[in-house]
């Protein structure tokens, strides 16, 4: 991009049609979220899910207004959520798709908003929500954070960059091979392994999983390079060729 | 980086020691560089290398401030270049660094600054000046516009990745593979060819130029994602493994 800067300005192009970046306003959901550093009471969280996925956002190229926690005022959510569509292109809500009880989110976004509330076959990141308030899409992604971040990189993150004109919005994908067993349980889903990498003396992505990979736990999840796209099954063995999808290459 | 930022809001951790992005001056220099859209006369050439190195140096994690076009006159470049050191963590300049003859830019930081005048056994950017004004590094990188993108990726980003306090300051490598001849003449330079890449199903970075490899063409340099490092000789036949730093993983 900054080489084609320096191409349009050698050649005097000094007004260039482009795409704008997507506005995009990103919100976690819950009473039991506590964002201002104040002691954690019994049945309290940490909010980290929206201070996670607004870098995420940026570092995508979208325009990111942080809207915090919403609670869980089924007037209140409305409001924020009707505000936030007058003025962006998109929202991200974080937390309340789930099956299951009663949800503030699921209550509101299901009246005043056209829903679709999925259960994807996959592993982490299975509940998903994906609609239209007033034309403006809605990602509902779910609430824990390694499904979060799975479920942004898979499905939001592709659709915002397909809005913003990009050809190539998937992460780059790279047949790699795993350095270890990867075993796994059969359970009708794929499975995504978050994962460190490197290149080899050989040209190859080699890869090994990071440690920890229950869906709540991001600090594994925050040293991963990589996604390796595990099919149902047993898994395979240390050696096997496996899809992988690169987030990360500093490495 | 943006899972870190979750985990550090899921443990509470308010405020945490970091380092901050390096301040950088960047600016071309040169009576013939014309940048504001006005017709070119004889020996005037449109202003591009700042254009490009702002957005690299953004890209790299830096603060930029973009000073323009600096002309070629030595009260003039002293007083910005000093006004540059006093309140920035590092400064670009671009252009007035090759051998032979009298240039303003050589004149004055030979004067000013402690400067270290180079050619390096590459090509292209073989012109290259480091030093210090009043203890601020100055990376003086050539005029020619692929000169001046490679000199920045190979000498000035490490260096100022460094200054940020990445662990990893180089571009990522990899042992890729040539998918046609790379022919070249002997001339005791290693060459860094503009190249396009991508991961074919065995796994492996595959490469082909991307056509003029002029150091002046930088529309062709535009399109590169990577580097081929092709050392002294007479090139490599279609199939070989070459060196190669990825600059742009987007395909």
Redesign the interface.
Known sequence: ????????????A?QVLAHRPVRVAVMSTGDELV?D?SPLRPGQ?????A??????LA?AGCAVDHLGVVRDDEATLEEVLRAAAADHDAIVTSGGVSMGDYDVVKAVLGRIAEMTWMQVAIKPAKPLAFGRLEGVPIFGLPGN?VSS?VSFELFARPALRRMMG?A?VAR??????TDVDLRRQPDGKVHFLRVNGE?G?????HVRPVGAQGSHQ??A??L?DALVVLPDGDGVPAGT?VAVL?LN???
């Open positions: 991009m900054a080489a084609i800067a320096g191409v349009l300005a050698s050649i005097n000094r964002d550093g969280i940490r909010e980290s899910n201070t996670m996925l607004a870098p995420l570092a954070p971040l990009h190539h780059p994908s790279v047949v790699g091979v290149f003396d050989d040209g190859r992505y991001l600090a999840t925050a991963a060729d690169i290459l500093s490495h």
